[in-house]
């Protein structure tokens, strides 16, 4: 079979077959290993190696948007009442998709060449080279193509990839059932902990750690963390599960001036994060410190417990330097594997690209109106904590004695004592967090001849943001909505950008556009330009930095006026008397 296409930041966990097999597609194969021992299952909760396959979802890449039907590609024969989610890929549920169970009815493709086994057991392997081997194929393409309903010239042009996610099919609670890594962490959280408790080995551990990048892409970070360790819910959704086929080699990566891993704004109120790990239990008796330390400052979180072979998310919540500035965070702990033991932090300053002044003789004759920006939000964010209770379980320890009577006789007495042999039952708390953003432009009030929300261009509009951040959490784990920046497109909502004056904070924020310069009466409007054609002006706004332990949460929102004739057909010129 010839290969002609490239992975990029597509790194897959397998362990090497004795014999390998040469690797014949082009680029950096981000080889490592990685899985584990699959434990004892049985008959109403198991999972057999090869009952697996990959859903293939086609992303353009400009915008990081699904532009196909999620396919199921697997090599078994699928009961009709399987329990599935449907089809929603990894990027649908970060843009904001739900779980919505589904009994029966699932649609899937049994592959004309045999897919390669993609999730690792321990009696059972799979070899990295021979899976990226099979997604380079041209046939193997040509059928992916063929399937989404895209060309395969327009699929293998450079402008697409594919997003691949493992899938597990699996008996749990006696029903069969189909899921992705992204589904079984978000089907454990409605359970609160259920499926790990039962699958732990197939569904927080060798499914997720089946695929994951190498190389930040499509939105998604890099894994740093351990290939054999079970990993937590909120890893999953973040950073597994998923590997990535490019079809044009990356451009090299424009020179930077630092190896910023975070960027933060100045004055800001934000939230870093790491992930600590551990091969044993660490209990309440000898709990866990982690420390951060930035800027002469030490913040230690205590009283950190998390059960055997298990992970969770460690914090602070801390304000930027009010200049810009790089800054290093160092991290530590007492117990466990942290994800990062440094973090280098970019500190930008907002502020730097406002509008130039428009003028009455302002033109633009090649103008051609923007297609609305569709920037990656990040609208729920999900996260947990471990905390552990002690389960008493009073064994009584014998211990026998013998009383002789003298007489040759006598009798047995137990002297023994009662012992708590009992054990730590851990708990997990989930909790979770969305933002929500309403957006509203208008004339400004000063504009003498608008209607409603129609005007005539070179006149200035008002514009405002109300946020509303919905979480179940304490005020320790999240911040409101602080920033929010307004792109116009007269600038290709780009060159140039507005920022607002956040009016309120909190977790009902609201934002309002700081006053213009150039406005006589220092106005809180963005001036549209008078050559503007007629029609609809709709400014796009990006509201950022609510802070959670699971990064920060963003939601882009946008609203329109009419634009009719200009300021100028509202001059009477007389002759003078």
């Excluded at 054609?533 to 006026?561: C, H, K, R």
Aim: net charge negative; glycine share 8%.
């Amino acid at each position: 079979m010839r290969r002609l296409f490239n992975i990029l930041g597509f790194f897959i966990i397998a362990c090497m077959l004795s014999t390998t097999t040469p690797a014949f597609a082009t680029g950096d194969g981000n080889i490592d290993n990685g899985g584990g021992d699959m434990g004892q299952g049985n008959s109403q909760n198991k999972w057999s190696p090869g009952d697996d396959g990959v859903r293939i979802t086609v992303i353009r890449a400009s915008d990081e948007m699904p532009v196909s039907t999620p396919m199921d590609y697997t090599n078994k024969t699928i009961p009709e009442n399987l329990l599935h989610f449907g089809k929603v890929s990894k990027i649908h549920y970060r843009n904001g998709a739900n779980l919505a169970p589904k009994n029966g009815g699932y649609i899937y493709i049994k592959a004309k060449q045999p897919i390669p086994k993609i999730i690792s057991s321990g009696s059972s392997t799979s070899n990295i080279e021979v899976i990226k081997s099979y997604f380079t194929d041209e046939q193997v393409i040509r059928s992916i193509a063929s399937s989404s309903g895209i060309d395969f010239d327009t699929l293998t042009n450079g402008n697409y990839r594919l997003l691949l996610e493992p899938i597990a099919y699996f008996t749990f609670q006696g029903s069969k059932v189909g899921m992705t890594a992204h589904e079984a962490a978000l089907y454990d959280q409605v359970l609160s902990g259920g499926l790990r408790s039962k699958m732990v080995s197939l569904t927080h551990q060798n499914l997720p750690l089946a695929m994951f990048l190498e190389k930040p892409d499509l939105g998604f970070p890099a894994w740093s963390g351990s290939s054999s360790d079970r990993v937590s819910n909120a890893q999953i959704i973040s950073s597994l599960g998923l590997g990535i086929v490019r079809f044009k080699e990356l451009p090299p990566p424009p020179p930077v001036e630092s190896d910023a891993e975070y960027e933060y704004r100045t004055d800001t109120e934000v939230i870093t994060s790491v992930f600590l790990s551990t091969g044993e239990q660490i209990t309440p008796e000898d709990p866990a410190q982690v420390t951060f330390s930035v800027m002469g400052s030490s913040y230690t979180v205590t009283d950190i417990v998390i059960p055997e072979g298990d992970s969770q998310v460690v914090w602070f919540k801390w304000r930027t330097p009010r200049t810009p500035q790089m800054v290093t965070i160092h991290v530590s702990t007492s117990q466990g594997r942290l994800s990062q033991h440094t973090i280098q932090a970019n500190i930008v300053d907002l502020d730097q690209n406002p509008p130039p002044n428009p003028t009455a003789t302002d033109r633009n004759d090649s103008f051609k109106l923007p297609t609305l920006p569709s920037h990656p939000q990040k609208t729920t964010a999900s996260w947990g904590v471990w905390s552990a209770s002690w389960h008493a379980n009073w064994v009584w320890i014998s211990n026998w004695v013998w009383h002789g009577t003298g007489d040759g006789g006598g009798y047995w007495v137990d002297h023994g004592h009662w012992e708590d042999q009992g054990w730590w039952d851990y708990h997990w708390t989930s909790y979770i967090a969305s933002l929500s953003a309403t957006h509203t432009v208008k004339p400004d009030d000063k504009v003498p001849t608008a209607s409603g929300k129609t005007m005539k261009s070179g006149y200035g509009i008002q514009m405002s943001v109300k946020t509303s951040l919905a979480s179940n959490a304490p005020v320790s784990h999240i911040t409101g909505a602080q920033h929010a920046v307004a792109y116009f497109p007269e600038f290709q909502y780009s060159t140039y950008w507005r920022l607002y004056d956040r009016i309120t904070g909190g977790y009902q924020a609201a934002f309002e556009l700081k006053p213009n310069k150039y406005s006589t009466y220092n106005r809180r409007v963005h001036f549209t330009p008078i050559w503007f054609p007629d029609g609809i002006y709709e400014p796009y706004t990006e509201i950022i930095d609510a802070w959670t332990p699971d990064g920060m949460l963003q939601v882009n929102v946008s609203d329109q006026i009419l634009i009719k004739e200009n300021l100028f057909s509202d001059w009477h010129i007389a002759p003078k008397k």
